[in-house]
């Protein structure tokens, strides 16, 4: 998803933590709903992977006020609208994240991160996948992604220069019903540097308003997109990926051809996202 030229940098003090990350950080963050050992297995393409982070949103562990310690916490911190708290609700083990027409924000979104950077869950490397279905409307504009908690923390300056990865598992376009978007974003200076090469056809049988699974494999200098379990495409990875760990986003967005708020030949009054589940794999 593309991010806002202007970034709220919060000035936190993590550079001894993040300096000692390796793969995985969970900071005042549990696994509070991750299934008991033995319960799931991997896919095929992350054989051998150890579940490290599931949720099964059977309840939502969603921050009242950005706050505490909570699975999820509304919005991206470089935000400043937000959706209504109504917008993002769990019911009959679903997750599901509306826009509605006149809400303050043009997407509905949760992530691992709080918006105060004190709380959080982030990965490097590792398989990430999550079981969605979503309105396929014009305007349509629905995103699984991972963005670095040290562009958060502002910890992505290197010689100078301020770098930042971002990882697009999945967009869609909802007048674009049969294609499966997937981008590596190489930000320097806040310019984007992305693979040409992002969208993926899918069969025209292909129905995005019914449930598949979305995912990605990410190891050192590589991803791989995959649907239902199915490569699709693999990108190799700048080196700044590698030195960066990365939290979840799911979130329903409105943005006719790729522009925020865009409304042109709009009509739908809200667009859903349904999450059945979201699980992170890592070796």
């Not at 490290?52 to 562990?61: G, I, P, R, S």
């Not at 279905?133 to 992604?145: L, Q, T, Y």
């Not at 967009?171 to 310019?191: A, S």
Request: charged share 20%; hydrophobic share 40%; aromatic share 14%.
């Amino acid at each position: 998803m593309r991010k806002s030229s202007q970034h709220c940098i919060a000035k936190i003090l993590y550079a001894l933590c993040l300096s000692a990350i390796a793969c995985l950080v969970f900071t005042g963050n549990a696994l509070g709903q991750q299934p008991g050992p033995g319960k799931l297995a991997p896919p095929s393409q992350a054989q051998g992977y150890k579940l490290v982070f599931a949720d099964e949103f059977d309840a939502l562990d969603l921050s009242p006020d950005g706050r505490g310690i909570h699975e999820w916490y509304e919005g991206i911190w470089f935000n400043h609208q937000h959706a209504p708290r109504k917008n993002i609700s769990a019911a009959n083990s679903m997750l599901c994240l509306k826009w509605e027409r006149g809400q303050r924000g043009t997407d509905t979104s949760i992530t691992t991160l709080s918006p105060y950077i004190q709380n959080f869950a982030v990965w490097r490397y590792g398989y990430f996948e999550a079981r969605l279905r979503w309105d396929v409307v014009k305007g349509a504009w629905p995103a699984f992604w991972l963005i670095p908690l040290e562009d958060a923390t502002g910890q992505d300056i290197y010689n100078g220069t301020k770098e930042s990865g971002e990882i697009d598992i999945f967009e869609g376009q909802g007048d674009e019903p049969h294609v499966f978007y997937g981008t590596i974003h190489d930000w320097l200076n806040l310019r984007d540097r992305a693979n040409r090469n992002n969208a993926f056809p899918l069969p025209g049988n292909v129905d995005f308003n019914q449930f598949h699974t979305y995912g990605l494999l990410w190891t050192p200098g590589k991803v791989v997109w995959y649907f239902d379990n199915q490569a699709l495409h693999s990108e190799s990875t700048p080196a700044v990926f590698d030195r960066q760990n990365f939290f979840l986003v799911l979130g329903m967005q409105e943005g006719e051809d790729w522009k925020a708020g865009n409304l042109s030949g709009v009509t739908a009054s809200s667009m859903t996202l349904n999450v059945d589940w979201v699980r992170v794999w890592q070796q």
